[in-house]
């Protein structure tokens, strides 16, 4: 097995873990979120907090390889690294802290948005990444009875393994693929279009 494989069947489960995770944190109670757990001192919410303040440190820690691209990410890195160093013991354990004293829904999305630092690593490197990139556990789920169709063709589109997400208000599906008209029922229109190679820009009017 190369180092390259190792890496993506390693990538892949962990994606799997923390969505599994995810879906049954969903649907706990207020009072579910403070049960002990065996870590001595931990709930639920710490636990979780936990996961969140972990990959809000590595996508820090991550950010330091590119200086054109995240020019601040070298003294942010040293900045976490040098309060560890102060802290030891306890730095871990403060970070879990301070993130399970946010209300729930704050937590899940601070633990989403981290989790969604995937999607930058699959659009620019592991484009077979994106299926799991994509999944908005977040908010979508919650919009599907105010746009019924839109959501009905992103699972549809999902479960043939075509990435695909509720593109703005709703009345766009936002598919990564191409040939997908044949996927798509009538009464859709299919615009295929290019990656934008520059980001937001003023546009000069006359």
Known sequence: ?????????????????????????????????????????WTVAHQVAHLAWTDEQAVLAARTTDAERWPEGKADWDAVV??????????????????????????????????AALLVAALTQAPERLASATEDLLHQQYRAGAMPDSYRLVRSLRVDG?????????????????????????????????????????????
């Open 82 to 115: 040098t309060a560890a160093l102060a802290d030891v013991d306890g730095f871990v354990d403060a970070g879990a802290e301070e993130l399970a004293a946010l209300p729930i829904d704050e937590l899940l999305a601070r633990w989403d948005a981290g989790r």
């Open 1 to 41: 097995m190369t180092s390259s494989s190792l890496l993506d069947d390693l990538l892949a489960d962990l994606t799997a873990e923390g969505d599994a995770l995810r879906a049954v944190v969903t649907g706990l109670e207020p009072d579910d979120w403070r049960t002990s757990t065996p870590a001595p001192g």
């Open 162 to 206: 075509v990435p695909a997400v509720i593109s703005g208000a709703g009345p766009t599906v936002l598919a990564f693929a191409r040939g997908v008209t044949d996927a798509v029922p009538d009464g859709w229109r299919v615009l295929e279009v290019d990656v934008a190679d520059r980001g937001a820009h003023v546009v000069p009017t006359s």
